[in-house]
């Protein structure tokens, strides 16, 4: 997949088939656009093109330094080479991007910048200043560029849409598993193994403390997690017992993310973690006394050891 960060230095694209979007998770309901596009780029002999934005439009918007993210760009880019996409097109998202007409957006940027032979947009696709284009103005438009127009309905699980606002939701919840089958995959975090209290050795459980390599990334709700782990680059898949908490029963105040690695003793900080989630255990809460909570971790491991040894 080729990535375009300038829009003035594009190439020529042969009968490219574009979609739009943030497609923040890259989940099932974006996958299944995924596939429109391949299938429609292949009867065509044309090249699928995704334009997506960055920063997400929200937080340029509102201001908001608040809007927590599934995917960072980086990881979307991941995500979306896996699908064989042929060309990934970032657009700087401004404030003067966003103040365009609908029908600016649609004839200065999109027709004349990619003169599209097909457009394949979700059902309740928006553009333009304060979203007021749509699939009806696409619908006008239509004839007169020559673009054939493709529309995605709803794609349905459990009877609710597919979107990355319920995902977020489902991880602030706790519920992974829910976020793993809309999203296609489990949700993971990736970071660096930093210094914590030391406490953990002590404990018999040593535990690396993850800091986040991106701050807008969503962290799932406070609790213990059963996780699958890997340090470094390509490293092997390791089993792993998680908590996010403030570490009550050590009257802690600020969020931890930290993760017993099963069958494990080396030396990692500095190094590159990753964790994904497999399953939600317990909620995380003050014990009486250490030994408690030792007791209490002992079980965490040997349950994060069954969930994640399931075939
Ligand atoms: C699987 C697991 C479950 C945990 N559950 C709790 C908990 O319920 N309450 C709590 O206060 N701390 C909990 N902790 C955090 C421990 O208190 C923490 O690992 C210990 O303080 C060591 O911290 P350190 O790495 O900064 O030294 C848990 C840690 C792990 C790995
Ligand atoms: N099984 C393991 N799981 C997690 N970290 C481990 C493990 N074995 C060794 N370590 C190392 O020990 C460190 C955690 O020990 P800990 O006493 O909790 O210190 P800290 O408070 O700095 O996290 C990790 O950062 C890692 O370098």
């Not at 943030?22 to 299938?39: A, K, M, R």
Request: proline share 4%; net charge negative; glycine share 8%.
């Amino acid at each position: 997949m080729q990535v375009h960060r300038d829009l003035k230095k594009l190439p020529a694209f042969r009968n490219a088939v574009i979609t739009i979007g943030t497609f923040d998770g890259v989940h099932t309901g974006h996958q299944h656009i995924l596939q429109q596009l391949q299938e429609a780029a292949h009867a065509c002999n044309g090249e699928t093109v995704i334009i997506t934005f960055d920063p997400h439009p929200r937080e340029v918007l509102a201001g908001d330094k608040t809007v927590r993210l599934l995917t960072t760009l980086e990881e979307k880019i991941e995500l979306l080479a896996h699908w064989g996409i042929h060309h990934l097109v970032v657009v700087p998202f401004t404030r003067e991007f966003s103040e365009l007409s609908a029908t600016a957006y649609l004839e200065d940027f999109l027709i004349s910048t990619f003169r599209p032979h097909t457009i394949i947009i979700g059902y309740d696709h928006r553009f333009g200043h304060n979203r007021e284009g749509g699939l009806e103005l696409l619908e006008a438009e239509q004839e007169k560029y020559g673009f054939r127009l493709l529309e995605i309905p709803q794609q349905v699980i459990h009877d609710a849409a597919v979107s990355s606002t319920r995902i977020r939701k489902s991880l602030q919840e706790g519920d992974v598993r829910l976020a793993s089958e809309l999203l296609g995959y489990p949700y993971f975090l990736q970071g660096k193994v930093v210094h914590g209290d030391k406490m953990g050795r002590k404990l018999g459980f040593p535990t690396a403390n993850i800091s986040l390599n991106d701050y807008r990334k969503l962290i799932p709700a406070q609790g213990v997690y059963a996780v699958t782990v890997s340090v470094g680059n390509g490293g092997a898949l390791l089993q792993g017992a998680l908590n996010i908490g403030t570490r009550p029963t050590f009257n802690g105040s600020e969020l931890r993310i930290e993760v017993f690695i099963l069958d494990f003793d080396r030396e990692i900080y500095d190094a590159a973690i990753r964790v994904d989630f497999l399953e939600y255990i317990r909620s995380d809460r003050r014990f009486d006394s250490v030994e408690a909570l030792v007791m209490q971790m002992k079980n965490d491991v040997e349950q994060a050891r069954a969930i994640s040894s399931r075939p």
